[in-house]
C-alpha cells in the first residue's frame, strides 16, 4: 500500500471528488449500459454476502462473485470511454472509491437526473473499440 506521509493514501472528501467528476468518465451508452445493469448486481452481491454469510455460505459466495463480476464488467466499460477515470492512489483506495461509487455516486446519478441526460448526450460520442 503506498503511504503518503505514513498515512495510506485514499482520495480526500471522496464522494464530493466522485461526484464532480462522474460525468467525465461516464459518457458512452455501452458503459452507461454496463453500469445500469451491473451496479445493482453489485449492490445485491455485497448485501447478500453480509446477510447470508453466517448462515448459507454459497449464497456468501456467490454474491462476492456477482459482486466481482459487476466491478469487472465496469471496468471494461470505462476502458471503453473517451477519458478514463483517475487511477486509483491505493487498493484501499480502490475499495473506498468502488463502494462509494456502487452505493451513492451512480444510484444519485440515475435520481439526479444526470443518467439521463449522459444518454441523451451520448448519441455522437464514440464509446471506443
Do not use: K
Not at 449500459?33 to 456468501?60: D, E, I, M, Q, Y
Amino acid at each position: 500500500m503506498r503511504r503518503n506521509g505514513g498515512c495510506i493514501v485514499i482520495t480526500p472528501d471522496v464522494i464530493s471528488w466522485q461526484w464532480n467528476d462522474y460525468d467525465r468518465a461516464h459518457r458512452s451508452r455501452s458503459n452507461l449500459v454496463l453500469h445500469a445493469v451491473t451496479n445493482p448486481l453489485f449492490v445485491v452481491g455485497v448485501l447478500s454476502a453480509l446477510a447470508f454469510g453466517p448462515f448459507r455460505p454459497w449464497l456468501a459466495l456467490a454474491g462476492v462473485v456477482a459482486a466481482a463480476l459487476a466491478i469487472a464488467a465496469q471496468g471494461r466499460g470505462h476502458a471503453r470511454e473517451v477519458n478514463a477515470p483517475h487511477p486509483f492512489r491505493s487498493p484501499l483506495d480502490a475499495v473506498v472509491r468502488i463502494f462509494v461509487e456502487q452505493f451513492v455516486t451512480f444510484p444519485r446519478f440515475v435520481f439526479s437526473g444526470r443518467f439521463a441526460a449522459a444518454w441523451r448526450a451520448s448519441g455522437g460520442v464514440p464509446s471506443g473499440a
